[in-house]
């Protein structure tokens, strides 16, 4: 997996890199039979994660975590058939961004770690760059059950008082 990260200065050195990329890694492990994949990933502040909200949804407020996937709700293996790729080079699926300010205050309103709320938008994310829709009724389901399968496999547990959240 390539991982093109961009951390904004007013949250570097703050987030655990190498654990986002092994969640990461296991979001989109045997998804695509071994082929090769890049994931952009930003990791900025409230303001920053706001501006890029405003820009592409018109939604002038800060979120936890958006995604743009390369091709809306595509599944990757319809996009693979596509868009090809020489052999070896990675399929881009997307870029995530993170606010982790939001990751931190949502750790303690939700009662679980910081780690754990990172690794969850993350894999958020990442779900929204292989097809998934939480706002599909049919998908939102199956979501969940995807997203908590990837955190299960990390040993990350949910908080107590988190209940059935579905996230950014």
């Known amino acids: 997996m390539v991982i093109d990260w961009e951390i904004e200065e007013s949250v570097k050195g703050r987030a655990d890199l190498p654990f ?8 989109v492990a045997g998804r695509l039979a071994g082929r090769p994949v890049a994931i952009g990933v930003t990791v900025t502040d409230d303001e920053g994660i706001r501006q890029m909200n405003r820009e592409y949804r018109g939604i002038d407020a800060p979120t936890d975590v958006l995604s743009f996937p390369l091709q809306e709700y595509l599944r990757p293996e319809e996009l693979a058939a596509t868009f090809p790729l020489p052999p070896g080079e990675p399929l881009h699926l997307g870029d995530i961004a993170i606010s982790y300010p939001r990751a931190v205050e949502q750790a303690t309103e ?21 097809g998934y829709d939480h706002e599909d009724p049919d998908q939102a389901g199956l979501m969940r059950r995807e997203e908590e399968a990837v955190l299960l496999r990390l040993g990350l547990t949910r908080g107590k008082e988190e209940g059935d959240r579905v996230g950014g």
């Open 20 to 27: 986002l990329e092994s969640v990461l890694r296991e979001a």
């Open 110 to 130: 939700y009662g679980h770690s910081l780690e754990r709320e990172l690794a969850f938008l993350a894999v958020h994310g990442v779900m929204h760059l292989l």
